[in-house]
């Protein structure tokens, strides 16, 4: 028997909804997100391709990249152009790496390090 679906309910967000609502106006790691959602953290990395290009096309919203930073030698991963996490960094080779974290701002807002709109990316 299907399940009866309530009209005046809205319906449940989805992964990618949940994800856009979470970063507005704060800064969040992939696995941070996964935890919140309950989704795992690949899944989180492959929506965020997607809410990149959702924010781009609304001009009141940026999205924000706090790059990722190498922990021995301060080396600051600023022109990458993927979402994940780097491997290695490319200054001393150290595996010890920060994650990215990513956000949503309001267009005005200066809460962001670098936003998906820079120039020399």
Same mark, same amino acid.
Not at 62 to 69: D, T
Not at 80 to 86: A, H, I, K
Not at 116 to 121: D, E, L
């Given at each position: #028997? ?17 994800? #856009? ?14 935890? #919140? ?32 930073? &190498?922990?021995? &030698? ?14 290695? &960094? ?32």
């Amino acid at each position: #028997m299907p399940a009866y679906h309530n009209p005046m309910l809205p319906p449940e967000r989805t992964p990618r909804q949940r994800i #856009m609502e979470l970063l507005v106006g704060t800064r969040l790691t992939t696995h941070q997100l996964a935890q #919140m959602i309950a989704i795992p953290e690949k899944q989180v990395e492959d929506h965020l391709i997607h809410v990149v290009k959702s924010i781009s096309q609304d001009k009141t919203r940026r999205f924000i990249l706090e790059p990722s930073r &190498c922990q021995d &030698c301060d080396f600051v991963f600023r022109d990458r152009r993927r979402l994940t996490r780097p491997s290695r &960094c490319p200054n001393c080779r150290s595996e010890d790496i920060t994650a990215p974290r990513y956000g949503i701002d309001s267009v005005g807002s200066r809460l962001g390090i670098m936003d998906s709109n820079a120039s020399g990316r």
